[in-house]
C-alpha cells in the first residue's frame, strides 16, 4: 500500500479508537478533524518525495527527530505548503536550539533546566511561541532521554517559574520490550496531577492503545511509510 492509503487507513483506526474510548456521537468531519490534530506522521529518514504524498492527501502535523535532517528538508516543504506544523521528537542539544526555535512548531523532549532556559531565551529573541513538551522517562530506564518520573513535579515548576516557559503537554516512549499500556496510563495521571494538558504517546505498534486511553496526539512513522532501513 502507498503511503496516501496508508494514511487513510491510520485516520479511520483513530477515529474507531476515539469511539471506543468514549467521545463518539460526533458529525464525520468533526471525525475527520480530530484524526487530523491527533496523527503526527513521524518523517523522519524519508525525503522529500516520500513526504509529499502525505502533503497532498492533506495531512499537515509531522515530527522529525533531529534537528540537522529536519532543516536540509523542510523549509522547502514549507514553501509549498505553509501551514505545515512541525515538531520536534528527538533530543535537542543546546548549541541547536536557535535552528530548533526558527525550524519547529513544536518540541517535545524539552527535558532538562539548561534546555529550558536556553528555549525561552531564543522564543524571546526570535518572537516565536512554540508548542513545549517535557519528555518523561517513564520506565526510568538509565539510557533513556526524558524526566525521571520522581523529578517532574520539579523540572515542571522550573519551566514555570524561573524559565518561563509554557508546558502544554507530556510526552513519553515506552521501554521497547514491554507492554505500553501501563505507561500511556501513569503518562496520563503524571499530566493530570501536574495540571498539563495534551499527552503525545502512542507510535505504529500502538497508537490505538494510546489512543484509547487519552492521547492527544500519536507520533507514527513505519505504519505510514513502511519500513525504515
Ligand atoms: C521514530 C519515532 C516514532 C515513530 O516510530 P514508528 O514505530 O516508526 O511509528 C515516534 N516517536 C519518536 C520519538 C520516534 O523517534
Known amino acids: 500500500m502507498g503511503a496516501d492509503e496508508n494514511l ?17 456521537g460526533v458529525g464525520q468531519d468533526e471525525q475527520s478533524e480530530i484524526a487530523d490534530k491527533r496523527l503526527m506522521a513521524v518523517s523522519k529518514t524519508r525525503n522529500g ?18 534537528v540537522q535532517e529536519a532543516a536540509q528538508k523542510w523549509p522547502q516543504l514549507r514553501q509549498l505548503y505553509p501551514d505545515v506544523e512541525l515538531h520536534l521528537i528527538g533530543p535537542l ?71 518561563e516557559i509554557k508546558i502544554v503537554g507530556l510526552m513519553c516512549i515506552p521501554p ?6 501501563p505507561y500511556f496510563i ?16 502512542g507510535m505504529s505498534s500502538d497508537f490505538e492503545t494510546a489512543v484509547e486511553l487519552g492521547a492527544d496526539i500519536v507520533r507514527v512513522g513505519s505504519a505510514l511509510f513502511g519500513p525504515r532501513s
Open 176 to 181: 521497547v520490550d514491554e507492554e505500553a499500556a
Open 8 to 24: 487513510k487507513k491510520i485516520k479511520t483506526q483513530i477515529i474507531e479508537a476515539v469511539a471506543r474510548a468514549g467521545a463518539g
Open 93 to 163: 542539544q543546546s548549541n541547536k536550539t536557535s535552528e530548533a526555535v526558527a525550524l519547529f512548531d513544536g518540541i517535545q523532549t524539552v527535558d532538562r533546566p539548561k534546555i529550558a532556559k536556553l528555549i525561552a531565551e531564543e522564543m524571546r529573541d526570535q518572537g516565536r511561541q512554540l508548542k513545549l513538551f517535557v519528555q518523561v522517562n517513564v520506565g526510568d530506564e538509565p539510557q533513556k532521554a526524558g524526566v525521571a518520573v520522581s523529578e517532574l513535579g520539579e523540572f515542571l515548576r522550573f519551566c514555570r517559574e524561573e524559565a
Open 186 to 201: 501513569l503518562l496520563k495521571q503524571l499530566a493530570e496531577k501536574n495540571g498539563v494538558k495534551e499527552l503525545s504517546m
Open 49 to 66: 518525495e516520500e513526504i509529499l504524498p502525505i502533503l497532498e492527501a492533506g495531512h499537515r502535523l509531522f515530527g522529525e527527530n533531529r
